[in-house]
């Protein structure tokens, strides 16, 4: 293979890069998917701008910046989502992990150490990230994790296995039916998006499952649920912990008073926006 058949890689970052132009991060995708098609890590493609790729590499890493450029996710194509420094598998029909989810992780393993929890149950689980990741963290609690598609179960099973994380339980259920009690700790991200908000991104091309963003009318319809149904599951001072959108905190935090859950907080995502809320029973 001659050099004109080469295509240098510095100049096949800067072509797709321009083609996701729209993107939240042009340069940054294209270096993924390039990683992703010569499977080498992101670092090591930046060490190799002045080297050069075979056009079948090329056509495929193009292929997949045309797919992006219409709107699937970095991760539905690379099949893998980093999360809490760990690598997850995403599959399309998943909510891909974000970073404001860490929040949740780094506030969960904080009150299960300042008050001795054990049981935790992670609902609208997608991917698992965060029960897997729970779990990983501290050994030594009981994690189970539920969520009611069916393409979220074989995606939780991959990645505990991929993890070696056998001891996390999978039920599969609509919210908190046939989730046994007692619990010291239900945490979960589920649909907070508004039923228009969701028809806006599925008319923008968004491919991420509808399932898995709306939540009715006011983004509150499941959430609504959550709080109602948890206090029978917890027990004397279990918690309850959810990430929402910063627009629902204080109808939530009303919810939840009336709930019975008392000393209730907010905590601020990586934008300084309110993004988790957490109460206890007494």
């Known amino acids: ?29 294209a270096t993924l998917l390039l990683g992703c098609v010569t499977k080498q890590s992101r670092e090591k493609i930046m060490a190799s701008y002045p080297d050069s ?46 970073p404001d989810t ?14 001795a929890y054990k049981r935790v149950h992670d609902l609208c689980t997608g991917s698992g990230c965060i029960a897997l990741t729970l779990k990983l963290e501290n050994p030594d609690l009981q994690v189970s ?23 996390v339980k999978f039920t599969l259920s609509s919210l908190l039916e046939d989730i046994g009690p007692p619990l010291d700790l239900i945490v979960s991200n ?10 806006e991104r599925i008319n923008r091309n968004w491919k991420e499952p509808s399932l898995a963003l709306d939540g009715g009318e ?7 649920i959550i709080i109602k149904d948890a206090p029978p599951l917890l027990n004397e001072g279990g918690m309850l912990m959810i990430e929402a959108d910063p627009r629902q905190m204080d109808e939530m935090e009303q919810l939840m008073k009336k709930a019975g859950f008392e000393n209730i907080k907010k905590i601020c995502d990586l934008a300084s926006h309110e993004r988790v809320i957490m109460g206890n029973l007494k």
């Open 190 to 199: 589920p649909p907070y998006l508004t039923s228009q908000e969701t028809d």
């Open 53 to 98: 790729i075979e056009l079948e590499v090329y056509s495929s890493y193009m292929s997949l910046i045309e797919k992006r450029a219409e709107g699937y996710p970095v991760a539905y194509l690379t099949g893998i989502k980093e999360f809490f420094g760990r690598d997850f598998h995403v599959t399309p029909g998943i909510l891909c992990p974000r």
């Open 102 to 115: 860490e929040i949740l992780i780094e506030e969960a393993l904080k009150q299960v150490h300042d008050r």
């Open 145 to 167: 994790a539920s969520d009611l598609s069916p393409v979220s179960e074989k995606v939780f099973e991959l990645n505990r296995k991929n993890l070696e994380n056998k001891d």
């Open 218 to 224: 006011d983004g509150l319809d499941l959430i609504r």
């Open 1 to 29: 293979m001659t050099s004109t058949q080469n295509i240098i890689i510095r100049d096949a970052l800067q072509e797709g890069s321009q083609r996701l132009i729209e993107s939240e991060s042009p340069w940054l995708d």
